[in-house]
C-alpha cells in the first residue's frame, strides 16, 4: 500500500504555493513513477490532502475562494491518479480517527495491501510522521517504510529529526542517496 501525502499545489508549486516546500517540485515525478509501479502491481494506493485551514480563514474573509480551491488541489501531475484512488481529508497533521476505522473495516482482510505500508510526500516532520504514526498503530503487523528520496520537509532538521523518531518507531527508513 502506498500513502501519497499532501501533494497540493500549496506545498509543491514553488512560486504561488503559500506553503511551498523548497525543492518539493522535484518529487512529482518520482513520485509519479511510484504510483505507477503500484498501479501496475495492482496495489492500494491513497492520497491525503491537507485542508490548512489557519491559511484559509484570512483568504476566505477576502474572498479568495479560487486561490483557495486552487491550493488546496493537487498538483496537476498526479490529479488524475488522485480521482483513481481512495483519499483523506485531514483538517490537521493526521487522518481522522473515524475515517481510520471505517478504512481499517475496508482492508484489514486484504492482506496483500498490508504487508508493507508505503510513505511518500510533504511534510516529513509534520504530516508524513504523524499519519505514518496513525497507519502503525491501526496495522500493528504491516511493516511501515519511509524512502527519505521521496519525502520532504521545509525545516530540514526537523526532517532527519522525523526520520529518526519514525526509525526508533521500528519503522523502516531508507535514507537519501546522492
Known amino acids: ?3 501519497v501525502i499532501d501533494v497540493q499545489n500549496d506545498f509543491i508549486d514553488q ?3 503559500r506553503m511551498a516546500v523548497k525543492g518539493a517540485d ?6 509519479k513513477e511510484k ?3 503500484y498501479r501496475g ?6 492520497f491525503t490532502k491537507d485542508s490548512h ?3 484559509y480563514r484570512d483568504e476566505k474573509r477576502k474572498g479568495m475562494e479560487n486561490k483557495i480551491i486552487w491550493g488546496h488541489d493537487i498538483v496537476e501531475a498526479l490529479r488524475k491518479d488522485f480521482q483513481e484512488c481512495e483519499s483523506f481529508e485531514k483538517k490537521y497533521h493526521g487522518i481522522h480517527p473515524e475515517d481510520l476505522i471505517s478504512f481499517k473495516r475496508k482492508y484489514s482482510q486484504k492482506k496483500k495491501y498490508l504487508k508493507t505500508i508505503e510513505f511518500v510526500g510533504i511534510e516529513t516532520h509534520k504530516c508524513v510522521l ?5 497507519i502503525q498503530n491501526l496495522f500493528e503487523d504491516s511493516d511501515i517504510f519511509i524512502d527519505e528520496n521521496y519525502v520532504m520537509s521545509s525545516d530540514n532538521d526537523l526532517h532527519v529529526q522525523a526520520l529518526n523518531i519514525m526509525e526508533n518507531l521500528n519503522m523502516k527508513v531508507r ?3 546522492q
Open 26 to 31: 522535484r518529487l512529482i515525478k518520482p513520485i
Open 130 to 134: 504523524s499519519n505514518a504514526v496513525l
Open 175 to 177: 535514507r537519501r542517496t
Open 53 to 55: 485551514i489557519e491559511v
Open 15 to 17: 512560486d504561488q504555493g
Open 1 to 3: 500500500m502506498l500513502f
Open 35 to 37: 504510483i505507477r509501479a
Open 41 to 46: 502491481r495492482g496495489d492500494l494506493i491513497v
